[in-house]
């Protein structure tokens, strides 16, 4: 019986593993580079994020080079600088 009771359990880490992974994959916004140049502009973020603002695209884009890259698109979702709704 004690085997059963382990795999029970087994199973339940499992699925709350998986109910954790949907969520995270489920917050993240797609964003889609319309123009396909490589990096989202302020107008292709706003497809996903109505409400940016100038002042939250300068946080979004780190290096300050006028558009953000798909690297600077996940750290800016990871640290919800960009929050969806
Ligand atoms: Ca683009
Ligand atoms: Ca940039």
Do not use: C, R
Not at 3 to 13: F, P, S, Y
Not at 23 to 32: I, M, N, S
Request: proline residues 1%; hydrophobic residues 50%; aromatic residues 4%.
């Amino acid at each position: 019986m004690g085997v059963l009771k382990d795999m029970k359990n087994a199973i339940v880490t499992l699925g709350t593993v998986v109910a954790l992974t949907a969520g995270l994959a489920h917050a993240q916004v797609a964003v889609e580079d319309t123009d396909g140049d490589g990096s989202y502009s302020m107008e292709e973020l706003m497809v996903a994020y109505p409400d940016l603002t100038e002042d939250v695209f300068a946080e979004v884009d780190a290096d300050g080079d006028g558009a953000v890259s798909a690297d600077e698109l996940t750290a800016a979702q990871d640290a919800e600088i960009l929050v969806a709704g």
